[in-house]
T-cell receptor, first 115, second 114 residues
Framework: AQSVTQLGSHVSVSEGALVLLRCNYS??????LFWYVQYPNQGLQLLLK??????LVKGINGFEAEFKKSETSFHLTKPSAHMSDAAEYFC?????????????FGSGTRLSIRP | NAGVMQNPRHLVRRRGQEARLRCSPM?????VYWYRQLPEEGLKFMVY????????ESGMPKERFSAEFPKEGPSILRIQQVVRGDSAAYFC????????????FGPGTRLLVL
């Protein structure tokens, strides 16, 4: 069975500081991994995805994530936080490329940015 | 190119009433997914549909919930005899048939059951 675990339901950083949101996955087959962002009262927007190409994936808004098979991790980072980054972030896993495989979401991490 | 559209954005129902949630996928998308987000939780998969077919409904509650995606018109998620525990945000996502790994999400319908 596949699953994702997001460590820390709430992360707070200062503006300009490093953002690190943790995600560990469990999958019996090579997974496809995603990070989505949700702003208040809005739908989810895809930040980035890993599909077995490069292990370091760059996304929108300066975010990137590194796939580490040995650690079964896919942590999301951004070198310098901006106030506009405050949102809920979801890590997600999908088994395989087919759309017949549903996406499993983590419980989310709420990112707050301190001025 | 309009994104995934959902309506209504907010829906209030009393216990026992029916809720109908609509989702219009992006143009050219033939795959539709419904997810439910309970307060302070992540999204949980409910059902995956293609035109006129339910492909995977493993996340749908066994009773009161149904979904369809007709040949013409939007996908509909129907909840009969709503209860307070149905209060949640319901998100629809769609994907094109060619590149199936990315799902594009709508803004959601927030259902409140009084």
């Amino acid at each position: 069975a596949q699953s994702v675990t997001q460590l820390g339901s709430h992360v707070s950083v200062s503006e300009g500081a490093l953002v690190l949101l943790r995600c560990n996955y469990s999958s019996s087959v090579p997974p496809y991994l995603f990070w989505y962002v949700q702003y208040p009262n809005q739908g989810l927007q895809l930040l980035l995805k890993y599909t077995s190409a490069a292990t370091l994936v760059k996304g929108i808004n300066g975010f990137e994530a590194e796939f580490k098979k040995s650690e079964t991790s896919f942590h999301l980072t951004k070198p310098s936080a901006h106030m506009s980054d405050a949102a809920e972030y979801f890590c997600a896993v999908r088994r395989g490329y087919s759309s017949a495989s549903k996406i499993i979401f983590g419980s989310g991490t709420r990112l707050s940015i301190r001025p | 190119n309009a994104g995934v559209m959902q309506n209504p954005r907010h829906l209030v129902r009393r216990r026992g009433q029916e809720a109908r949630l609509r989702c219009s996928p992006m143009k050219g998308h033939s795959h539709v997914y419904w997810y439910r987000q309970l307060p302070e939780e992540g999204l949980k998969f409910m059902v995956y549909l293609q035109k006129e077919n339910i492909i995977d409904e493993s996340g749908m509650p066994k009773e009161r919930f149904s979904a369809e995606f007709p040949k013409e018109g939007p996908s509909i998620l129907r909840i009969q005899q709503v209860v307070r525990g149905d209060s949640a945000a319901y998100f629809c996502a769609s994907s094109p048939p060619e590149t199936q790994e990315t799902q594009y999400f709508g803004p959601g319908t927030r259902l409140l059951v009084l």
